[in-house]
């Protein structure tokens, strides 16, 4: 576990590099930290290398070349997998063939933590509230999830990583295929997970205008990395880069 300046870094890449089939790189020495409390911005277009750091972040790819590591410890070895919580871009397109009520996926969170043929307990359902009460869904709690809007399911969702009791949540394409208005509701609600319960948050993007005005920092990949503390600087000097090509 490190600790920079009195931050506990929580997941990190190092200088990770990788191709599919030994062919051009997706990613190119790449190195990346997620401090504890961060609300971090991961932004990139399509094709830029999004999708395969997250999956080597998740433990779902393995690097061609450098490290990931949780709490300071390989993420090939950690048995603390799953303090990451993910809330993938299609979580929103349940499976209408599965009548699921929304305390039932909400549960779904805790085997991660228990094992997945434990059987739960009275702790279990206590934080199964605690997480729907979170996202203000806990009213909720017995309708099946295909009978809630998109911007419901999507905080079902999240509930259901809370549930896990993750030290991050790894949000992927999020807002795809919502309206506006569900938009700002849910990123007010993100905005509240991150301030109010010191939840630390990545959120992957393609839009860089509109995920600075919610992010506190930003990196923006496009097989390299650059990183910035500061959103509002990412959006102009990423302009000037743009402007330069």
Known sequence: MLLVSNREEILAVENV?????????VLKDVSLSV??????????????????????????LRASHGSAR??????????ERHK???????????????????????RMGRYGKRGLFRRLTAEDRAKTEEALAQVDMLAFRHRRVNDLSGG??????????LAGEPSVIVLDEPTTGVDEETQEQFY?????????????????????????????CIAVINTTLRYYDNPADAVALERSIEAHH
Do not use: C
């Open 17 to 25: 590099s990788f191709s599919y089939n030994g062919e051009t790189d």
């Open 35 to 60: 401090m504890r409390r961060d609300y971090l911005g991961l932004i990139g277009p399509n094709g830029g290398g999004k999708t395969t750091l997250v999956k080597i972040m998740l433990g779902l």
């Open 70 to 79: 949780l709490f300071g410890i390989s993420l090939r070895d950690s048995r």
């Open 84 to 106: 990451i919580g993910y809330v993938s871009q299609t979580a929103v397109k349940f499976d209408s063939l599965f009548p699921a009520t929304v305390e039932e996926v909400v």
């Open 152 to 161: 419901q399911k999507q905080r079902v969702f999240i509930a259901r990583a």
């Open 188 to 216: 007010t609600l993100l905005k509240d997970l991150n301030q109010r319960l010191s939840l630390t948050l990545m959120l992957v993007s393609h839009d860089l205008d509109r995920i600075a005005k919610e992010v506190s």
